[in-house]
């Protein structure tokens, strides 16, 4: 669902009234990042082959790519996990000069593009609605909070939950079929019994 679908969706399917643009997308990329931090997506994992680099004072600096927001792991060519240090405010991976390699294999976790009028949300369709559920809980909660929309924010919020189960589940199989079979937990599991 691009933006503007996603708006007509809030506003007249789930009665959320007109809404200004710039509140609407403001709002609605606040809920999209919400959705994005509450685990580990494999959706916004990429891998980057890096040629270039610099180095300086005996180490080797690489710039971080446009859409980074965390680094999983870096390996050289021959494909060794190197210790790496991120230097946030100059947005450089830091290795140490004894990792000289003619390349590096970045795994990261990306910031997807926020959703405008024409673009969508960077996971599969079938989990957009999931927005405009948690952008109307929201909504219906903080305005003339009477028991009408208080009972119809607590009915988003939970379709809400609905639709996020689903995702996790989606997610945690792309883990699982990757891993050969093995799920990889780091010990906290959902309510379903399965690693997050």
């Known amino acids: 669902m691009t933006g503007q ?8 399917g789930l009665d959320c009234g007109t809404q200004s643009n710039s509140l609407f997308y403001n709002n609605l990329n606040l809920c999209k990042n919400y959705i994005e931090n509450l ?3 494999k959706q916004l994992e990429k891998e980057l082959k890096i040629n270039n680099y610099t180095i300086s004072d005996d180490k080797i600096l690489i710039d971080f790519p446009s859409d980074f927001k965390l680094l999983i792991r870096i390996t ?6 190197l210790p790496f240090k991120l230097d946030l405010i100059n947005k450089k991976i830091v290795l140490d000069k004894n990792f000289s390699s ?8 990306i910031k997807s593009p ?5 673009t969508s949300w960077i996971f599969p369709d079938e989990f957009h609605p999931i927005l405009g559920y948690l ?11 009477d028991s009408i929309n208080a009972s119809n924010s607590l009915r988003l919020d939970k379709d809400f939950s609905s ?20 799920y990889e937990g780091n010990g906290y599991y959902d309510k ?5």
């Open 5 to 12: 679908e996603l708006k007509s969706f809030i506003e007249v």
């Open 192 to 196: 379903f019994g399965l690693p997050i």
């Open 102 to 109: 003619s390349s590096y294999i970045l795994v990261y976790k």
């Open 39 to 41: 685990r580990d997506w």
């Open 114 to 118: 926020d959703i405008t009028n024409n």
């Open 76 to 81: 050289d060519k021959s494909g060794k996990n």
């Open 135 to 145: 952008y109307s809980a929201i909504y219906k909660a903080g305005i003339d909070f």
């Open 163 to 182: 639709f996020l189960n689903a995702m996790i589940r989606w997610d945690n199989d792309i883990k699982y079929y990757e891993n050969n079979g093995i």
